[in-house]
């Protein structure tokens, strides 16, 4: 098929200054949380928390789009996806406001649909399944850099409260993975298996897609399947070496506007 579009030139590659802002918020407040610095702790916590769950959603956006450029699709790169920049995303909303406010209110790691693949450039039903699936690999990776510390018993000299930190980072990096292979309508995991389904099936399907999203969270909110979704997601990150007190006590200071937990108040 013919396409207007030519192969991405260095400017449509550079780095956004946005991105490189964010990630500057990520490290000095990281170093703000490592160091205690100003006593400002749990508000440094958050700071970095978010800063670093931004970055992800920006690299598992970028995942997508890159990915979708070695598939055939030329015009990510006029579309300013490879840029990192989150303000190109077709879908900011749902791409980096909705997952920082579902971190805020409960701690879920949920990155929503953001890139606009052209996907009649792209020929063959396994390009377009490792396409949707780039980006919930990203935070699999993630999830990896964060626990490693952990399963690799190298926190002699780490503060406590970073350690907090990274574990609930790790949290959020886990359920975005798990949740995003779910394979319902208008998340990466039915973009999996939807090149593998009958185009009847499709059709039924994609009015749906729009509340996917919405229709996992609002599931979460349910008490029973809330306590079991995160009993799994900590038992998972016990096996990672992960403590639950970790991520518990991380959460709690990145919750910097309600009352610190006894059990976290010794963080400094």
Known sequence: MATPYSRP?????????????IVAVAAVSGWAV?????????????????????VSLCLHEYAHARTALHSGDLSVGAKGYLTLNPAKYTHALLSIVLPVVFVILGGIGLPGGAVYIERGAIRGRWRHSLISAAGPLTNVLFAVV???????HALDGVPRSFQYALGFLALLQVTAAILNFVPVPGLDGYGVIEPWLSRSVRRQVEPFAPFGLIAVFALLWVPEVNVAFFDAMDGLLRALGVPEFATYCGRNLFRFWVERDPVCALVG
């Open 9 to 21: 030139d260095r400017s449509d590659r550079r780095v956004s200054p946005v991105f490189l802002g």
């Open 34 to 54: 490592w160091t205690g610095y100003a006593d400002a702790t749990a508000f440094a916590v958050f700071l970095f928390v978010t800063a670093m769950w931004v």
């Open 146 to 152: 964060c626990t490693a510390p952990f399963w690799l």
